[in-house]
């Protein structure tokens, strides 16, 4: 009886080995979280139901891979809807092995929410901010955007120092 237990509580741990716990984030938590100053941060916005934010997925993990020994971070901002959250979310960051850190933005209102991110934002997404508080630098892009494109932006703020 005592094995049966233990190979249960094996099952149940190895179910839940790989998937990330993602948290909900205000707009205010997201800005608070992005203000390291050791930090560089690229925060794409994007949705499961969102074709173009899907496929421009992959082109974080070209950013992480070929900026690996630099002080940067990719945090990957679902706009899910709230019936999405967590399970849908979770279920979508674990079929596509996401190794980026996923969060969820549990605001709707999108005129209260996106004047706290950038003003530059028209809502749409994708969309990707770059934001690094040591030299003052924040950027924003809505649409899809390749690795390429952000890697010499990044490069150069980092180099500034």
């Known amino acids: 009886m005592k094995h049966i237990a233990y190979i249960i509580l094996f099952i149940l741990l190895s179910i839940g080995a790989g998937a990330q716990e993602i948290k909900a984030y205000s707009a205010d938590d997201l800005m608070k979280r992005t203000s390291n100053l050791d930090t560089f941060?690229?925060?794409?916005?994007?949705?499961?139901?969102?074709?173009?934010?899907?496929?421009?997925?992959?082109?974080?993990?070209?950013?992480?891979?070929?900026?690996?020994?630099?002080p940067v971070k990719i945090l990957l901002v679902s706009m899910d809807f709230k019936e999405a959250y967590p399970a849908k979310v979770t279920a979508f960051a674990k079929k596509k092995k996401l190794a980026h850190?996923?969060?969820?933005?549990?605001?709707?209102?999108?005129?209260?929410?996106?004047?706290?991110?950038?003003s530059r934002w028209q809502g749409s997404i994708p969309a990707t901010m770059l934001r690094y508080k040591k030299n003052e630098y924040a950027n924003f892009f809505e649409g899809s955007l390749k690795a390429e494109m952000l890697r010499p932006l990044i490069e150069k703020q980092l180099s500034l120092e």
Request: net charge negative; glycine share 2%; with cysteine.
């Open 101 to 118: 850190e996923v969060i969820w933005l549990n605001e709707t209102n999108a005129n209260d929410f996106i004047p706290k991110i950038d």
């Open 41 to 70: 941060y690229v925060v794409n916005f994007w949705a499961t139901w969102c074709g173009p934010c899907v496929k421009e997925l992959p082109e974080f993990e070209k950013l992480r891979t070929s900026l690996a020994n630099k």
